[in-house]
């Protein structure tokens, strides 16, 4: 053991978090939590596990702070989505090493970075280290889920928020290495879209389809405001992220309108990864009308998967709906948002993120981005807490996006090294020891 690094040790934690099986549905993340539990404690690290019912624990374990400085959270999650060893080279569960990679579902998403902050905060303790604020690492349940009833980070959150609460949080969401205009960029994510899905309800009168013209066809009808949907160009706004992240580039701008040409004029690659950030967007992904084919149906449900951008409101959002439709007879209904929260960018733990690359890759920088989808951040942020998406990674962030979720996902062990590394350099710099 002693003379085990840093590397071996994340590399064979990770595998054998890989061979336990923790795909949610149903989770059964205990295990996963338990098996934390027996690597960290004798290294001192305190552990608590925390569990709705017993089979889906939460594990929260800490160095005690001295008490008079900001605590800093490692948030991650043990379950994962799941996978088809069909579609698979290696067997999803095998955690097998192979030419520098760990292969198995959630290396990626998001097992490797549990193990990385299981190794920063278990070396960290072992070294002696004792931070100004505790410093805390979470590894919740039920993040690819998350319905009602919750079990992972927001029932955590509710029930037992003492657990969880820290001024600063680092979770997944970004850290990606990017090339944009020739330079490279690691990004972190500060901030995060709403998830805001509705459902538009379109009434029209039934009959039997061999009669057409005495029904009145909701999904015929519906048809048109899919088509308005689709051709919806909502007035492009600029959020302070995205401004940011311009800025960070060389193209900086004051007007939302300006926003895609310059970056365009860097990086064709820059504009892609801002064009959802300017505005809300509509994708229409679920329909539902007749359960009969000989009958034309008074209603149908067009499900919309909505995204806000952080601040904006649903009743935004259904202002620019109705000017498109119109009047008729439809209604909106919509679901309960998730996320749409950030975080300030000018804090002690992005200087900390700042310092970190500036040490491992001095050409290179950290840039703002706010994430079109949604992660377990926005249940913190809404207590207060600093939380950012940043896990560096140097693995091309094509192919990790095409991995995620996917066959054959796997993790660099050089990347699992570099999440060890910053994780360390995040606990010292706000932990404030020396
Ligand atoms: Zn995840």
Known sequence: MATRTLRDEVVSLLQGLIRIDTVNPPGNETRAAEHLRAYLEPFGVDCELYARVPERANLVARIRGTGDGPRLLFLSHTDTVLADPAEWTVDPWSGELRDGQVWGRGALDMKGQVAASAVAIASLAREGFRPRGDLIFAATADEEVGDDPDYGLSWL???????????????????????????????????????????????????????????????????????????????????????????????????????????????????TMIDALLSATFSPTMIMASHKRNV????????????????????????????????GDYEIVWREGQGGTRSAMQTPLWEAAESFIAEVEPGARVAPICVAGFTDSHWLREFGTVAYGFFPVKMDP???ARLVHSADERADVDDLELGVRWLRHAALAIGGQS
Request: charged share 25%; aromatic share 4%; proline share 7%.
């Open 398 to 400: 094509d192919l990790a």
């Open 157 to 271: 959150c509710r029930e037992h928020p003492d657990a969880v609460r820290a001024e600063f949080a680092i979770n997944e969401g970004a850290g990606d290495r990017v090339e944009v205009g020739g330079r490279a960029y690691y990004l972190c994510a500060t901030a995060e879209k709403m998830s805001s899905p509705f459902v538009l309800r379109v009434h029209g009168r039934s009959g039997h389809a061999s009669l057409p013209s005495i029904a009145d066809n909701a999904l015929v009808k519906a048809a048109a405001y899919v088509e308005e949907i689709a051709a919806l160009e909502p007035e492009p706004q600029l959020i302070p992220e995205v401004e940011a992240f311009l800025a960070a580039i060389g193209a900086p701008v004051s007007r939302a309108e300006d926003a895609l040409g310059a970056a365009r004029a860097v990086d064709p690659a820059a504009a």
């Open 296 to 327: 034309i149906p008074a209603l149908t449900e067009v499900t919309v998967d909505c995204r806000l951008l952080p601040g904006q409101t649903q009743a935004e959002a259904e202002r620019l709906l109705r000017s498109a439709f119109g009047e």
